[in-house]
């Protein structure tokens, strides 16, 4: 964690904004408050987790997605349109029955914020869990994109993981006889070690690093940096995202969506940014 510190001050310039960003982190790191914050900028579209990228078309994404994992795409839906959840929900059926590819998906969306002059931001954590995943952003957009990478440090990421009991979202996971902590460590690890190899194939200009810690505590900084990477001006309403993010209740009250604790504070709260100085596994950490 800390020997890939140095490179998160990378300065970045476009000549133009991308059409879609990838905000790509491990679980529990922070990508649900990163979200809000984005989304209260007035030129930035930033739905709930799309979950698109793992699929190559909307039936292969209902039959493998856990239920209540696929509602932002929905959630997308009612802000773009200005519609009501049920008759998002029901346009995302009728997309289902025409078993719509990803890249269909997709195009729609764009189509839709582009009209708005919006650039879309996809915060979907679990496309990290493959470099083949990853990829097809490539495959898809090519130098339309851009990405984010979030990276928190380990500790206090694993404990939130074993906190919210997310072991139960990999049941089927190779390393399921490991401790929640232990499984905690390792998708942290893969993740973050799928995200570091990717982007080192992809030309610097399209990609940067945020530190959880480092946003926590300097937020306007941190932010600011961002918009410059983005190519668009500082909005202050990013550092209110509890007052003018969007989408931030889900969909349903059983959607498996964001962050279920976020809307327990009402302010980006400085102390997060120091849980790792007294963070401690319970178990013997393989990291480095």
Request: hydrophobic fraction near 35%.
């Amino acid at each position: 964690y800390h020997k890939n510190k140095t490179h998160s001050k990378k300065t970045c310039s476009l000549k133009k904004q991308p059409d879609i960003v990838f905000l790509l982190s491990a679980p529990r790191s922070g990508s649900t408050l990163l979200r809000a914050m984005l989304s209260a900028h007035k030129q930035l579209f930033c739905p709930p987790e799309l979950n698109l990228l793992s699929f190559s078309h909307l039936q292969e994404r209902e039959e493998l997605l856990k239920s209540g994992q696929g509602d932002g795409l929905a959630q997308a839906l009612t802000e773009l349109d200005k519609i009501d959840a049920q008759a998002a929900t029901d346009e995302v059926a009728n997309w289902l029955k025409e078993n719509k590819t990803t890249e269909q998906v997709y195009r729609d969306l764009l189509t839709k914020t582009k009209q708005r002059n919006l650039i879309t931001i996809d915060k979907s954590p679990h496309y990290a869990q493959s470099l083949n995943i990853l990829e097809k952003a490539e495959q898809l957009f090519g130098d339309r994109v851009r990405y984010i990478h979030l990276l928190r440090h380990p500790y206090p990421a694993v404990l939130s993981f074993v906190r919210l009991g997310m072991e139960r979202l990999y049941e089927n996971s190779e390393q399921e006889n490991i401790s929640a902590a232990e499984l905690g460590e390792y998708t942290w690890t893969i993740y973050n070690r799928n995200i570091l190899d990717f982007l080192a194939k992809i030309d610097n200009s399209r990609h940067c690093r945020i530190h959880y810690e480092q946003l926590m505590q300097n937020p306007e900084t941190e932010l600011s940096q961002l918009c410059q990477f983005l190519e668009l001006d500082f909005d202050n309403n990013m550092l209110q995202p509890y007052e003018k993010g969007s989408m931030l209740k889900p969909l349903k009250a059983e959607s498996l969506t964001g962050d279920p604790n976020f809307l327990k504070k009402t302010a980006i709260d400085p102390s997060r940014g120091d849980a790792w100085r007294t963070s401690r596994l319970p178990h013997k950490p393989s990291l480095s």
